[in-house]
């Protein structure tokens, strides 16, 4: 899965010369977290958050009155408090390394550029609602968890038990175990009942850590 599948394309931006408070309207607005900064040439130059104009606004607990409060958010502009450069990733990114990408530095939306030329965002929301789809989330079924020896032929064995039970897998994901040499499985299946799965599981190598039925 690249990231153009899954982008939200023409993000809303936002002009380097606008105000905090036109930034912050236009997020409550338009309902997003954060805006790609353009300059007046079109070419993008930051990357605002609602963190970084929310920081940058009067405290509540200030004494000045409204009115000066209004004067100050409409002083003070997005080019004073955008991060720049912006870490980017072009639209045939693969997901996973995008999502790496956002945790290794800890920001919560990448803009998505092609060339000089900015053509979506993707951003921790749409890993997650893709987490949730690879790991079945919404579908329903048997969801089994196995921890099993990091060895060849272990997935065509489990496999292989499944389709001989008519099972359909509705979902599939491995990850790394606590201990070398050991991998986690989880998985969800369909068309099949328990107990067949537990007996089809029990002729395997793995040690059974959750099973439960969805």
Do not use: C, W
């Not at 929310?54 to 607990?61: D, E, F, G, K």
């Amino acid at each position: 899965m690249l990231v153009a599948e899954r982008m939200t394309r023409n993000p809303v931006t936002i002009l380097e010369t606008a105000s905090i408070d036109d930034g912050l309207h236009m997020m409550r607005e338009r309902k997003v977290r954060r805006l790609p900064v353009l300059d007046e040439s079109g070419k993008m130059v930051g990357i605002v958050s609602d963190k970084d104009l929310l920081h940058a606004a009067p405290s509540p607990a200030t004494s000045l009155s409204v009115y000066e409060l209004h004067y100050l958010l409409a002083k003070l502009t997005i080019k004073q408090v955008m991060s720049s450069p912006v870490i980017t990733v072009s639209a045939d990114t693969p997901l996973e390394e995008a999502a790496r990408v956002m945790a290794d530095n800890k920001i919560g939306g990448l803009p998505v550029v092609e060339g000089d030329r900015l053509v979506g965002i993707i951003t921790e929301t749409d890993v997650f609602k893709i987490l949730a789809e690879l790991l079945g989330a919404r579908t329903p079924g048997l969801r089994v968890t196995l921890r099993v020896h990091d060895e060849k032929g272990v997935l065509a064995k489990l496999s292989n038990a499944l389709s001989d039970l008519g099972a359909n897998i509705t979902s599939f994901a491995t990850y790394q175990g606590s201990e070398a040499e050991q991998s986690v499985i989880m998985f969800k299946v369909s068309d099949a009942d328990a107990a067949s799965v537990r007996r089809a599981l029990a002729n395997l190598n793995a040690e059974v850590v959750d099973f439960r039925g969805e």
